[in-house]
């Protein structure tokens, strides 16, 4: 992830309020578009600018052609709201968070994510980084918001999961599934993106548990109950792949 710090400047009078809003809905429509990442954007008021700092898949994240008419209409209200459209300074590389796919046309992608995550939900199955979502056909209907709160409540799942608390059994069936409501609404993404982009798209399901090692390696699609074992894992996370279903899976993380 490259670091970007945008930097607002107001070309009229206009009120504080009017301009807080202004960026508030810009930054909301780039998240949702996946020109940025993250769920916190602190903004500062310095020297009679705005500055706010982001997380962006690449280097060329915002520029204009990957905006979508949600964050063009929000450029405009910005302007509206007597803002200029804001300068962007590229800070660099951020070490922490993984590197964005080569742009290419991977034969398959997956929905994939994990609570200490922070990039694009959809993965290249051939090299398993993250693919700015910007870089697939323009979706209408909100497809990529649906994306990113999809995203968000696995993550949330996830963190309860890792952390033991009392809602975790809960929180293991959303994420490990396959007809579980979280499940369902990922998977029905991953249907309209492979429609979209002609990308065989796939979903992950998270697996822990079960009764001994040998039991876990004849699991069978929980789906079609096919055989979906590979004889070599996959970017040594995935064990388990139906092409029928769209599945993949991991060998219990007990026993891996
Ligand atoms: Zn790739
Ligand atoms: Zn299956």
Same mark, same amino acid.
């Given at each position: 992830?490259?670091l970007t +710090?945008?930097?607002?400047?107001?070309?009229e009078?206009?009120?504080?309020?009017?301009?807080?809003?202004?960026?508030s809905s810009l930054i909301?429509e780039?998240?949702?578009?996946g020109? /940025? /990442?993250g769920?916190?954007?602190?903004?500062?008021?310095k020297? !009679?600018?705005?500055v706010?700092?982001?997380?962006?898949?690449?280097?060329?994240?915002l520029?204009?052609?990957?905006?979508? &008419?949600?964050? &063009? #209409?929000?450029?405009?209200?910005?302007?509206?709201?007597?803002?200029l459209k804001?300068?962007?300074? /590229?800070?660099?590389?951020e070490l922490?968070?993984?590197?964005?796919?080569?742009?290419?046309?991977?034969? $398959?992608?997956?929905?994939?994510?994990?609570?200490v995550?922070?990039c *694009?939900p959809?993965r290249?199955?051939?090299?398993?980084?993250?693919?700015?979502l910007?870089?697939?056909?323009?979706l209408?209907?909100g497809?990529y918001? =649906?994306?990113?709160? $999809?995203? =968000?409540d696995?993550q949330a799942?996830?963190q309860?999961?890792?952390n033991g608390r &009392?809602a975790e059994?809960?929180?293991v069936?959303e994420?490990?599934?396959?007809? *579980?409501?979280?499940?369902m609404r990922? #998977?029905?993404?991953?249907?309209?993106?492979?429609?979209?982009s002609?990308?065989a798209?796939?979903?992950?399901?998270?697996r822990v548990? !079960?009764e001994n090692?040998?039991?876990?390696?004849? +699991? #069978?699609?929980? &789906?079609?109950? !096919?055989?979906?074992?590979?004889?070599?894992? /996959?970017?040594q996370?995935?064990?388990?792949?139906?092409?029928?279903?769209?599945l993949?899976?991991?060998?219990?993380?007990?026993?891996n």
């Open positions: 992830m490259i +710090r945008l930097v607002f400047e107001c070309f009078d206009t009120t504080l309020t009017a301009v807080e809003r202004a960026i909301t780039l998240k949702y578009n020109q /940025i /990442i769920n916190e954007f602190p903004c500062l008021l020297d !009679g600018q705005f706010t700092q982001a997380l962006c898949p690449t280097e060329d994240a520029a204009h052609y990957n905006n979508n &008419s949600a964050v &063009s #209409r929000a450029l405009t209200a910005l302007n509206e709201a007597g803002v804001p300068k962007i300074d /590229i800070l660099g590389q922490h968070s993984d590197m964005s796919d080569p742009e290419h046309n991977p034969s $398959w992608q997956i929905l994939y994510t994990s609570y995550q922070t *694009s959809l290249c199955g051939e090299h398993f980084a993250p693919i700015p910007y870089r697939q056909p323009k209408a209907n497809c918001k =649906q994306l990113i709160n $999809w995203q =968000q696995w799942c996830d309860l999961q890792m &009392s059994f809960a929180a069936a994420i490990g599934e396959h007809d *579980s409501s979280l499940a990922g #998977r029905a993404l991953a249907n309209t993106l492979e429609k979209n002609g990308i798209t796939y979903y992950y399901l998270y548990g !079960g090692k040998s039991s876990e390696q004849q +699991r #069978r699609c929980p &789906s079609c109950n !096919g055989d979906w074992a590979l004889s070599e894992p /996959i970017h996370v995935f064990d388990f792949k139906c092409d029928d279903c769209r993949v899976s991991n060998l219990s993380w007990d026993y």
